[in-house]
């Protein structure tokens, strides 16, 4: 059974700092570009950033460049995201998702399998 575990989200004053960890099972992570994703409540599904299958490649959306990091470690099958100086706009439900291929894109369509999700509140 294939399963995208989110975990590491929660409630953060702003300028502070999470890392978020997606856990895979039931398929190998390594043959596969993986990306993150956020919707904040009234808005659509945005891209965040994605990995190549080798973590050799990485892209980020201008709203978190500079501050958001995506790494992976694909011997535990698993993708991170380090998220520094959080801004209350960051605020959302956080998903990862493992795409089709090796390559990874700001397309939800190229995506194969998606984790539920988890809650990042950025306040003070």
């Known amino acids: 059974q294939v399963q995208l575990v989110e975990s590491g989200g929660g409630l953060v004053q702003p300028g502070g700092s999470l890392r978020l960890s997606c856990a895979v099972s039931?398929?190998?992570?390594?043959?596969?570009?993986v990306g993150w994703f956020r919707q904040a409540p009234g808005k659509e599904r945005e891209w965040v950033s994605c990995?190549?299958?080798?973590?050799?490649?990485?892209n980020y959306a201008d709203s978190v460049k500079g501050r958001f990091t995506i790494s992976r470690d694909n011997a535990k099958n698993t993708v991170y995201l380090q998220m520094n100086g959080l801004k209350p706009e960051d605020t959302a439900v956080y998903s990862c998702?493992?795409?089709?291929?090796?390559?990874?894109?700001?397309?939800?369509?190229?995506?194969?399998?998606w984790g539920q999700g988890t809650q990042v509140t950025v306040s003070s």
């Open positions: 998702a493992a795409a089709y291929g090796q390559i990874c894109n700001i397309f939800p369509s190229t995506y194969a399998y």
């Open positions: 039931g398929f190998t992570l390594g043959y596969r570009g």
């Open positions: 990995i190549s299958s080798s973590g050799r490649s990485t």
